[in-house]
């Protein structure tokens, strides 16, 4: 496929005109940060293994009616989007203390809460995306409150559906980000999931060992990030399962020692 007009650089990944009006293409990086920024790095393979990760979940979240931006994947690297008009507020699903949650609160990490909590953050690196509430959203008019109700909604669904499914295959949700978007109908829009859901954006625990299986590992400086998304891609049976059942747990460090220096 011959390369389209660039339209945006993130952190993950970098947007392209699509080969249709209403369409972007979506191409997942190597490129790793964390802390806002402030700490970079590359995982090597992470863009495409997002990439498969992501269209499977996306996938399966279509199947049960929840509307997303996802229209197929083009290539190891790429898939085609729908263009949306992103809602600047970035919506976290907390199942477990982890992450700021545990440190603003003084909770110990690995904590089941009594009840799911949804937090927002307004989507702006500029100001390292600052946690916002109802009243800053109806305030500044990023979203109306219909939106907002939608969104909430579609939120603790993918919660519900996505807890189930890493379940079932010995992980743990800790918690998640999702963005939203709006679709445009003449004057009317509506409320679809848009960006990605893979280990770049979820907190994802072994059940029975704790290891992390996701972007903590770079954050923290755990090693075996690429081994981690390897073996959450691996039980999602997206890659050949070469005798491991389910509920193995990679052993990380003689993992990443066995890959060598990078």
Known sequence: MSRR?????????????????????QYF??????????????????????????EHVFTLLGQ????????RRLNMREQLVRQVEIV????????????????????????????????????????GDPMITDEHIACFGWASQDE?????DMAIRVNDFLSGLFAGIGIKLVDFKLEFGRVWDGDFSRIILADEISPDGCRLWDMKSNEK???????????????????????????????????TVLNFADAKKARGPE
Not at 8 to 21: C, S, V
Not at 117 to 127: P, Q
Not at 148 to 152: A, G, L, P, R, T
Not at 224 to 245: C, F, H, K
């Open 213 to 247: 299986l996701d972007k903590d590992r770079f954050r923290r400086d755990l090693g075996g990030e690429v081994e981690a998304y390897q073996e959450v891609a691996r039980r999602l049976g997206l890659m050949p399962d070469e005798g491991a059942g389910a509920d």
């Open 29 to 54: 990086k190597d490129d790793a940060t964390a802390f806002n920024n402030q700490k970079k790095g590359t995982i090597n393979g992470k863009g495409v293994l997002n990439n498969r990760i992501s």
């Open 88 to 127: 600047p507020v970035e919506v976290i699903v907390r199942n477990v203390a982890a992450g700021t949650l545990s440190k603003r609160l003084g909770i110990e990490e690995g904590t089941p809460l009594p009840r799911t909590i949804l937090e927002y953050c307004y989507k702006d690196d500029a100001l």
């Open 5 to 25: 007009r660039q339209i945006y650089e993130g952190k993950a990944k970098i947007l392209y005109e699509g080969p249709e009006p209403g369409t972007i293409i």
């Open 148 to 152: 907002m109700h939608e969104i909430s």
């Open 64 to 71: 049960i009616g929840i509307p997303t931006h996802f229209i």
